[in-house]
């Protein structure tokens, strides 16, 4: 009851906290740290902590844009394409003598022109998002090969180091990259939570009829959306471009799970209407320390899919089971709860 | 005319796919009146209303607002010009705060950032006009069916326009509730705006509506000052007939020896320790306050949900259902309170949806047969005389009523041996209403077990021979003398007190 | 056989010139990538010669169904002849044999089909071309130490590249240890795994990159965990692979002969397909593998 | 109105016919193949249509299953590994001397555990179809990876011809394959139509609530559906093994997209309720004439991707635009009107 009427006593605040899914995916990540730093002693050192907030990265720009797009009710399964399209783009022009920060302005402008697409289709014409960002799956990373022909192209010497040290380089140790991705995910956090133009984002995933009969421009909001998960994913395939100083088709390929599975993992809905960028922040974090933890403990390759999968359902079923009944806050005050009777 | 006409509407026609909704119709509306719209279910109500809305455009004809021609071509626009509209089915955003869905669209705000302070205290300011008990920070999707309702018409209050449109707001309101809705709607008539109103409920126009015009099959008949006239007139003007007296006479033939249902101490998730039978040829009516759990325990004893304990016998055979199939076997089913959310397939056809209790019946071996299918719904259709363009059609073209009358058909497609209703004749017409009443009747004399569920007062205590009121999960009393079976008694019981 | 050469010499020419109309087509798999371009210039160049025409298709991905398909189209259009490098051993065998049989010459480059008909096999096995990395990279790290394997594992080809290393390791150092990483076949991934790889065991002297993912992957990995001391063995001569030979990111690459697979391919095929040959061809043909390093790096830009 | 009182005047017929969605797919594959046809004549010989029918028929298993997944408001992720899992499980036991209809069978009952498992975590536990499937694709391919090391297991010599004969055969010049493949479509389509049992998939699909309320036993409906699917996709994975002799853990990577993208051109919807293995049909059909055709044109192979994407996108369109309103026969229906008037 107190929960349904708001007010917030002290025992509130702990079930707030635990009823909040961020909360238990941070246990998760808490427990499997342990456990792999008991085994592996060398996991929590600094360098691998830097290429774990590497690896971080790049893939949480795509998350963060899956968040969103999942939030609408929608989806995105071209978000890795675009990065690779969009990051052998920008080679492409640096290496016909285009200077590179004209050529990363290209690239956002051709990500913003495949956001349109995407946005268009599902808005105006109607067409399935899964659908039409699986076509465009193929369309853009075929871009990519034609472009490339095949051949990954190698920028040695092309790219200024100002453009490097954005994926490079480090400010007090702190990797630029995963400097530039947090920034990108706490402002995209405040505005989704806070922000008057993001909450319509909420309110068409969760009934898209009522946001039409309250004068929400519902086609708008998801070419806005749309368009902005193109160009995170544009940001990312310039950011690897300047990381492995090579343009290459094969970039993120399967991105798109790595990015939907965060976003889920984080507590965003398939239904629409529910999510967070902190969750998939979380989210991304877990799936890149299992992804480290399972080369550190010399887990043979062979199994490597097969755990990463074990894992994916084992965490979103723990999370859901602990939230099941949604009064609560889940597992752990269900457990509170047991100690005071 | 003295006063200022706010809208008015001259030779609309709406022409769907099928159907013809509506055919040169016209309607004015004063400033600062109540307005009642009343007609058979499909007479058109609601279409008309989404046209002014903006939902969709008319076939033909115009619209004038305060003498301008308008065109509202979305909610938006109709909105900026000043009307308001709570949609006869609910469409509200489970997923967040009631102050959230009151002020969809229109969030107060500092520059680009929610004001969420003043939201929540905006939020509880309206909604103290109807005297809510739950927070503006509640998620609706924790709301019961008629809290959800009032955020609905919280929603259009706010939005201080100068039409305001309720399509049925009240068909999912308990009494206190509607009480709580006239008053908010007298004191913004007080504030010189008009009230277009919907419903089939004839006490509901004479308390607040100070005209009424009547729609016929698509057809405008006529409107008539309130005052002047009383209920006969209008369902004559509705119906074309009279309708003599509104409920079917009471039993005469109730066998107190044999017992159709017998329950003992059935718990569940909101209620405990429910005991009651059910005697051959009556109708037993469950009253009380929505949320008193009278659905749950009905859904649990047939296995829907979950019980937790307790016996049910049905013909003095004890039962134990595993889930719903063993009830429906048994000849035990439940027609739903939540017709959009639980009755209906929206995007089948009229005859899939009558077919889907009891594909046995309209199938040999594993084989549908499309032929019996057709003709079970034909069959029901007829019965009920269901107004339908063609069984093919999908069920989301027909009006609620008819949807209603769709689902009964449905379950009484299983030759049930008991029937449980809940709220069945939510949004149907008088004329509907009264069939429905009867049919319940004629069931209940052919010795069908017949339970039924009402938060309208007149209609528990018109339609049932024995009336049970539920108080907070458990029965709080039981009431068959006619003389006892007052508004008063029934209320008392229903707030928990003794009568 | 004489029958067929007055076929050819119609207007008395020479049987080493075709007609134009004559098709002869390279089927290769992941075909998106650098490597298969060399062989076809090596095919079209041997084309030119004979004055047919020569055509290059495959499938971006290495899926075994999808490969199949491509090679019954290919047969469809009835060319007089196919080289084909396979994406998995067995799986092309019958619709080789179904090609031979219905009269259209075949053989197998870079990947074999070794329980087809197909005329002849010309490669350095992936397997062997294995041996010749271990070879190199051993001394490198005198014999000892842990080598780090970067590779898209499930790959055919690259499996067997690496069964090939460790064989020869097993057999002359068996004191160098494996770790075997996995590429996922995405850059990104494989560049995480590889610097996981590298923290769990600083101990690692040597990365032998086995296909061209890694070859970006691993580099960029060592540089990120500024374990610059690393040997960095590379295989294929993408551009990118050779221009960080040159920049010191990679030591080395193994380098295979492409062009001669191409160009022998047609070779064999024309003389196949003309009889101009009444011994039968060789049923393998070594085209060579060679380690590319710093100083021989320019020769094997193309040109 | 001829229409409403369910007459069926010729005119009527017409139109029913131009409504059905599998016209439209039938009028875009006539099209293309005419097209293609014209510029390389050698397309439509016998054994090029061979190809295809092979091409389609593993595939094609896939594919009913995805549409089985759509309708009832679900999707499958994991049919790809799947098929590769179980394809590799037989290859296994026969290498280890299990007699080939024995380890048939074998993998038969893995298939059904997965589509219990997967069954189970969406209908009892409640978790999204999307993640449980996802989990289970790297699940099973992990297993196969397992079960291979990594490197393909060849048969030749181990499979009876009796078994080989089922994938490479023919019987009066068809493949067997493809009769298997279709005999199979041809069932589940009449089932799909005409059973009871399935019209519930229909209405799960439609509204999972009214379903629970019509006494429809919805965990059942969706747990057999999702053994259905993996059953198929073993089917697949068996055939394929007698296909190409080996055992592969790469078999069907990234067929789910495919069969995904042959029931949505068929006209089954993501939203559940609506579908039919005949669109779906027709769907893989197309889609595999647009891959041959790539081929046959000598269309140059940075390019596939590409043209890919870009044709679904344009199927589905067209399929949509031309569908828009219900009402009527679709774009051909619209023509009609028009000349009468
Ligand atoms: N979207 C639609 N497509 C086709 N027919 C429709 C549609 N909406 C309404 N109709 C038809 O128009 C007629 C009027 O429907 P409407 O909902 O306006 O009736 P109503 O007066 O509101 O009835 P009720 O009192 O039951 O709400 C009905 O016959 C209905 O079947
Ligand atoms: N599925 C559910 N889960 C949890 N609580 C529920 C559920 N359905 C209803 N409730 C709650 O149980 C209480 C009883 O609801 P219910 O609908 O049974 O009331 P009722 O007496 O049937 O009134 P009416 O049916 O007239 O609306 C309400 O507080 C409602 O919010
Ligand atoms: O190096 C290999 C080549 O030999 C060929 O197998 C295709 O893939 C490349 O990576
Ligand atoms: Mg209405
Ligand atoms: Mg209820």
Redesign the pocket.
């Known amino acids: 009851m107190s929960v349904k009427n708001g007010k917030t006593t002290g025992r509130n605040l702990v079930k707030k906290f635990f009823a909040q899914r961020e909360t238990s995916v941070l246990i998760i990540i808490l427990i499997a740290v342990a456990i792999v730093q008991i085994i592996q002693p060398k996991f929590l050192n600094v360098s691998n902590l830097k290429s774990i907030a590497l690896s971080v990265s790049t893939d949480g720009l795509l998350s963060i844009g899956l968040c969103l797009a999942l939030i609408l009710g929608g989806i995105e399964l071209s978000v890795g394409g675009v990065a690779a399209m969009t990051c052998v783009l920008t080679g492409y022009l640096c290496l016909a003598g285009v200077n590179v920060w004209a050529a990363c302005l290209v690239s956002v402008l051709a990500g913003v022109a495949v956001g349109l697409f995407n946005g268009l289709m599902i808005s105006k014409v109607g067409l399935p998002p899964f659908i039409v960002t699986l076509g465009m799956m193929n369309l853009s990373r075929g871009v990519a090969y034609i472009l490339t022909k095949g051949s990954p192209l190698s920028l040695s010497g092309y790219l200024p180091d100002s453009f490097r040290f954005l994926a490079t380089g480090e400010v007090l140790g702190i990797p630029m990259l995963f400097i530039i991705f947090v920034v990108i995910a706490v402002v995209a956090h405040i505005f989704l939570m806070k922000s008057n133009v993001c909450r319509n984002i909420f309110y068409v995933g969760s009934n898209e009829d009522a946001a039409k009969h309250s004068a929400i421009n519902v086609d708008r909001v998801k070419i806005g959306v749309y368009v902005t998960v193109s160009v995170l994913a544009t940001l990312s395939g310039i950011l690897s471009l300047g990381r492995f100083n090579v343009a290459t088709p094969e970039l993120s390929v399967g991105a798109e799970t790595t990015a939907i599975s965060a976003a889920v993992i984080g507590g965003t809905s398939f239904t629409g209407g529910v999510g967070s960028i902190s969750g998939t922040f979380l989210g991304i974090v877990l799936l890149k320390v299992v992804n480290s933890a399972l080369v550190m403990l010399n887990v043979s390759v062979y199994w490597q899919d097969f755990v990463q999968g074990a894992i994916l359902v084992l965490a979103v079923t723990m999370d859901y089971v602990t939230h099941k009944d949604k009064s609560n806050g889940g597992i752990i005050c269900a457990l509170l709860n047991k100690v005071r009777k | 005319m003295n006063r200022e006409m706010l809208l008015e509407i001259k030779k609309v026609t709406k022409q769907f796919p099928g159907t013809k909704a509506l055919d040169n119709v016209q309607l004015s509306v004063e400033r600062g009146e109540v307005h009642a719209l009343c007609g058979e279910n499909g007479a058109g109500k609601s279409t008309l209303m989404n046209i002014i809305g903006g939902l969709y455009p008319p076939t033909d004809g115009e619209l004038f607002f305060e003498g301008k021609k308008i065109a509202p071509k979305n909610p938006g626009e109709a909105q900026k010009i000043g009307i308001g509209f709570v949609h006869q089915e609910l469409s509200l955003c489970p997923h967040l705060t009631v102050a959230e869905n009151i002020y969809i669209g229109r969030l107060p705000h500092k520059g680009d950032m929610i004001d969420f302070p003043k939201l929540w205290e905006n939020a509880d300011e309206v909604l103290s006009r109807f005297g809510a008990n739950f927070s503006s920070k509640t998620k609706v999707s924790d709301l019961t069916v008629s809290e959800q309702q009032l955020v609905e018409i919280a929603k259009s209050v706010s939005l201080d326009c100068k039409l305001l449109i309720l399509d049925e707001p009240t068909s999912s309101l308990t009494d206190k509730e509607t009480r709580k809705l006239f008053e908010v709607v007298r004191s913004l008539k007080q504030e010189n705006i008009s009230i277009l109103f919907i419903s089939h409920r004839m006490p509901e126009i004479f308390a607040i509506c100070d005209r009424v015009s009547v729609f016929k099959d698509g057809r405008y008949v006529c409107t008539m000052n309130v005052p002047e006239i009383n209920a006969d007139d209008i369902i004559r003007a509705m119906v074309g007939r009279e309708l003599g007296n509104l409920y079917p006479p009471k039993s005469s033939c109730i066998d107190k020896t044999t017992e159709l249902l017998k329950v003992e101490n059935l718990s569940g998730k909101i209620f405990k320790d429910v005991s009651f039978e059910l005697y051959k040829g009556e109708i037993l009516g469950f009253a009380g306050l929505v949320g008193a759990g009278r659905s749950e325990i009905m859904t649990a004893l047939c296995g829907i949900d979950k019980k937790t304990s307790g016996t049910v016998w049905v013909n003095g055979k004890a039962q134990s259902f595993k889930n719903y199939r063993d009830a429906v076997d048994q000849g035990v089913c439940y027609l739903t309170e939540d017709r959009k959310k639980q009755g209906l397939y929206l995007d089948m056809s009229i005859k899939s949806n009558m077919a889907s209790a009891n594909l046995k019946a309209v199938s040999k071996g594993i084989w549908l047969q499309e032929k019996l299918e057709k003709r079970l719904a034909d069959e029901y259709v007829k019965r009920l005389s269901i107004k339908v363009a063609g069984i093919e059609y999908p069920i989301s073209s027909l009006s609620g009523g008819n949807q209603q009358k769709c689902l009964l058909g449905k379950w009484l497609s299983i030759k049930p041996k008991i029937i449980i209703v809940d709220e069945p004749t939510r949004g149907i017409d008088v004329g509907a209403k009264l069939e429905i009443h009867n049919l319940l009747r004629t069931l209940a004399d052919e010795g069908v077990g017949v339970i039924m569920i009402s938060s309208e007062l007149p209609e528990v205590m018109g339609v049932s021979d024995r009336v049970i009121v539920v108080h907070e999960g458990h029965l709080s009393g039981e009431i068959s003398e006619d003389d006892m079976m007052t508004e008063e008694n029934i209320m008392r019981l229903a707030s928990g007190e003794a009568v | 056989q004489g029958k067929a050469n007055e076929e050819n010499d119609g207007e008395g020419t020479s049987p080493l010139v075709g007609d134009s109309s004559e098709e002869y087509y390279m089927i290769s798999f ?1 075909s998106g ?1 650098d ?1 298969w371009k060399t062989c076809y210039t090596g095919m079209e160049d041997a084309a030119k010669l004979y004055g047919v025409s020569a055509q290059y298709t495959g499938q971006t991905d290495s899926d075994v169904a999808g490969q199949v398909s491509v090679l019954e189209q290919v047969i469809a259009k009835q060319p007089k002849g196919i080289a084909i ?1 396979c994406v998995n051993s067995t799986a092309l065998a019958d619709t080789i044999n179904s090609a031979i049989d219905q009269g259209i010459q075949v053989v197998t480059f ?2 074999d089909s070794p329980t087809s008909n197909r005329a002849s096999y010309l490669s350095t096995g ?1 397997e062997e071309a294995g041996q010749k990395a271990a070879e190199y990279l051993a001394p490198q790290i005198n014999n000892k130490g842990k080598v780090a394997i970067l590779y898209t594992v499930g790959t055919e ?1 690259a499996e067997a590249r690496v069964a090939g290393f460790k064989a020869w390791c097993a057999e002359n150092a068996p004191g160098i240890e494996f770790v075997e990483v996995n590429d996922a076949g995405d850059t990104t991934t494989a560049t995480d795994n590889m610097a996981a790889a590298l923290q769990a065991n600083n101990d690692i002297s040597a990365v032998f990159c086995v ?2 993912i890694a070859g970006t992957a691993g580099p960029t990995a060592v540089k990120e965990a500024s374990k610059s001391d690393l040997k960095v063995l590379a ?2 001569v993408d551009k990118t692979v050779l221009d960080m030979i040159k920049s010191g990111d990679i030591d080395a690459t193994v380098a ?1 002969g492409q062009y001669n697979m191409g160009y022998w391919s047609m070779v064999m095929l024309y003389t196949q397909a003309h009889n101009l040959s009444n011994a039968a061809l060789p049923g393998f043909v070594d085209t060579g593998v060679t380690i590319v390093t710093k100083d021989t790096v320019d020769d094997y830009y193309v040109k």
């Open positions: 992941l990538i490597y490098s870079d990947s992936n080809n296909d061209g295989f294929d295979q």
